[in-house]
Every structure is written in C-alpha cells, then in structure tokens.
C-alpha cells in the first residue's frame, strides 16, 4: 500500500513537471515569426565569409539540409529538378555539418552547382538556432524582395507548396 502510494506521488510529480515544461515551451517566443525581417546571419561560402542581407527586388530562399537526411536529399533532388522556378531569386543551400564541402560537396547537383543564383553556405548550428530557431532538417525559409519572412516550411513537402509561398 504505502509503495503504491510512493509511486503515485513520483508518477504525479512528473506530470507536474512535464506540465509546467510544455506550457513555458508554448509560451516562449518563436525566434523567426512570419512578417520578421531577414537576419544578419553570418555563414561560409567556398569563397570564405559572408553574412545574409537583402538584395534589393530580389526574393530569397533558404533550405537547411543535412547530406544524411533522406527528407533533405529529396528535397534538393525535387529543387533541382525544377531549378528554373528559381531563377531571378537567391536560393541559399545552407548545411550546418561542419565536414560539408562547399567547393566540391555541390557537384552532385550539376543544375545547382553552376546556377549564379544558388548560393552553398555552411553556418554553424548555434548562430542557427540564435537566428532561425531549431534546427529542424529540411527546413525552407521564403523572404520576399523587401527581405520580410513570408512563409516557413518545416520537413519534407511537395514542390507545389514551395512555389505558392514565392512571391
């Protein structure tokens, strides 16, 4: 009697805690909401550092992939397949695996590796994370030509979705 007690008081303190972190993680702030304004986010090129900015009367796409990620590698394969729906935007194939080559690693998709729009970048997970949130792989930022935030996809999706959210 007394251990059915001592577990119940344990299950009961759990719930609680469990509560208490879903309700502060509901709570918190999104770090990029829709309507945000490109960040000044630093990353690396082959070339070597550079930072995000706007491009006047140019929208921009940001993917974040991860060369292990099946999700990712479909979603590169079906943007590259389509890689002329992009061109007159600034699509930006970020990584944050630190052993991605960003001279080489792109070769493997010919139509993105000399497309003068595409741009490869490294950036760490941490300045991410400071800038975009989690560093959930796929993921696709669309910022329109004024550099505001105008859709944010998490996962894997059908290209139809991507292209409704350009502008």
């Known amino acids: 009697m007394r251990t059915k007690q001592v577990i119940m008081s344990i299950f009961s303190g759990l719930l609680i805690i469990f509560m208490i972190w879903l309700i502060r993680e509901a709570l918190r702030p999104q770090v990029l909401p829709l ?9 690396e090129i082959c070339e070597g550092r550079d930072t995000l900015r706007i491009i006047p009367h140019r929208s ?12 990712c590698m479909y979603q590169l394969e079906v943007l590259e397949s389509n890689a002329e729906a992009f061109s007159g935007r600034r699509l930006f194939l970020v990584t944050t695996e630190e052993n991605f080559s960003l001279c080489y690693g792109p070769l493997q998709w010919p139509k993105f590796a000399c497309a ?18 989690r560093a959930i792989s796929p993921s696709i930022f669309i910022f329109d030509e004024s550099g505001i935030l105008r859709q944010k996809i998490r996962g894997e999706v059908k290209l139809d979705k991507i292209l409704a959210g350009l502008p």
């Open 116 to 133: 003068q729009h595409v741009v490869w970048a490294y950036i760490s997970e941490s300045e991410f994370k400071r800038h975009f949130g």
């Open 60 to 71: 921009q796409v940001l993917m974040l992939f991860h060369t292990r990620c099946p999700h």
């Open 35 to 43: 309507g945000s304004l490109l960040p000044k986010a630093a990353y």
